[in-house]
């Protein structure tokens, strides 16, 4: 059985932390522009140690391989990511919509 999002609050506590980084998360409209891509990418880097190929190995992991999995990694990855603010006038809004103008 796939294992749940609050499953893996309970195991890593240390995702407790990320998810608060997440939600403190604002845009203020103080700047021109926001991204959050820009926010996400250090919560990403710690996300990687904590949950999939990339955790650094703990004290009873052995009982919990589904810490180890890509798809859990990718599961935290969405549930995490999509609790920032969206992207706002910022280089990724451009990217995108040159893209798909297919430039
Ligand atoms: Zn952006």
Do not use: K
């Amino acid at each position: 059985m796939q294992a749940l999002v609050e499953d893996f609050f309970r195991l890593e506590p240390g995702l407790l932390e990320l998810e608060r980084e997440v939600d403190a998360a604002r845009d203020e409209g103080h700047s021109s522009w926001f991204c959050s891509n820009y926010l996400w990418l250090p919560v990403n880097t710690r996300l990687r140690m904590l949950v999939g190929v990339g955790r650094l190995p703990r004290p009873g992991d052995e009982a919990h391989p589904e810490l180890f999995d890509s798809r859990s990694y990718e599961l935290l990855f969405t549930h995490l990511s999509q609790r920032l603010p969206p992207c706002r006038a910022c280089g990724c809004a451009r990217f995108l919509a040159l893209r798909e103008a297919g430039a």
